[in-house]
């Protein structure tokens, strides 16, 4: 197994050791299988043709005595504007399964039954079509390829939530370390102010929900903006299908990200507040008795207004780390390797 660098490689290594065993299962006991795993950017083009992926990365099977080659990529792959899943070339005797259409929810066990399955079809013990989980068989313009397709409004869902989980956005939070020294530090000043306490108190359900939804939504627009992930007709490399998923995948995946921060300063806000500020105080601030809620609505308040700190921090960000976020910059990045490695194999 070939994979992409990130979930693709990491996929790989965790299905390897159990593989032979589920190969043994479905294709027969007769056979002695041996799985080895490697990482490699495979494709920089989502309409590469399947016979081409092992050219590309032939520099890395050189040394290898394989016999069945099966490649893992992040990289959306379409078919008439149908998401592809799964692709396989008999005649080579090699398969491209495309993560993002396989979805986001148990991936794992879609990708390992996806492997199975095009493995079952290269080695001609199944002339079925693949589970449906895959997809269905779609025309193919050889007689030696069968590609399976994700069609419709489901495939297309699944497409994007495929590409969302691909580029794993709980991580993307992690790596905004310094927007996260920014809204923390903006925190704790407006944390101790008493126009805060006043200001937090007097607002309505409402006016907190609108002030949370405009503020991620500011820092995840600064992001997007500042790092110049938003994705033009130019940008992309030859091939590429329209821009609509990639757009619309980082910006859900920027706005998972803040929205994890988000929520990790509301629930340390919250836990604050109950161990640093005295009801008595807060109380004689607000001209009321407090109760819990008072302490949720000031923690969601702060939250939300310093959000905007984080903009600051931005900036100052791992640009390379933040671009991953964008499937476009990725892939750019990608292409760049694959040229340094052909040009070092000359």
């Known amino acids: 197994m070939v994979a992409d660098p990130g979930l693709p490689s990491e996929i790989a290594r965790d299905l390897a050791p159990r593989l032979p065993e589920h190969l043994r299962r479905r294709i027969g006991r007769g056979i002695r299988w041996k799985v080895d795993t490697v990482t490699a950017p495979l494709v920089a083009n989502e309409q590469v043709d399947v016979s081409d992926v092992a050219e590309i990365v032939g520099t890395h099977l050189e040394d290898g005595d394989w016999d069945i080659g099966v490649f893992l990529t992040d990289l959306p792959r379409r078919a008439e504007h149908n998401p592809v899943s799964t692709e396989v070339d008999s005649e080579h005797r090699i398969a491209l399964i495309s993560l993002p259409a396989l979805g986001s929810r148990r991936l794992r066990r879609r990708v390992r039954q996806a492997v199975v399955g095009a493995v079952r079809q290269l080695t001609a013990q199944d002339e079925k ?34 590409m969302v989980r691909a580029n794993r956005p709980w991580r993307l939070f992690t790596s905004l370390s310094r927007a996260m020294a920014g809204v923390f530090a903006t925190a704790a000043v407006g944390f101790v102010n008493a126009t805060t306490w006043q200001v937090a108190t007097a607002l309505g359900i409402p006016q907190l929900t609108l002030i949370a939804v405009l503020s991620t939504l500011a820092l995840t627009a600064w992001i997007i903006i500042d790092h110049r992930l938003w994705e033009r007709a130019g940008d992309l490399p030859g091939g590429h299908a329209p821009l609509y998923p990639y757009n619309l995948v980082t910006l859900l995946t920027i706005g998972l990200g803040v929205f994890f921060l988000y929520a990790a300063l509301f629930v340390t806000l919250v836990a604050v507040s109950f161990l640093v500020v005295t009801p008595s105080v807060f109380g004689r601030i607000v001209h009321h008795a407090v109760g819990a809620s ?3 609505t000031l923690s969601w308040f702060v939250t939300s207004s310093s959000m905007i700190g984080g903009a600051f921090g931005t900036g100052l960000e791992n640009a390379e780390e933040v671009r991953d976020a964008a499937y476009g910059q990725r892939h750019r990045r990608r292409q760049r390797q694959l040229t340094e490695a052909r040009d070092r194999a000359r």
Do not use: F, I, K, T
């Open 294 to 296: 008072d302490y949720l």
């Open 129 to 162: 079509p693949l589970d449906s989980l895959v997809g269905r068989p779609a025309p193919a313009e050889e007689s030696n390829r069968e590609r399976y397709v994700v069609p419709g409004l489901r495939g297309h869902v699944r497409l994007v939530l495929g």
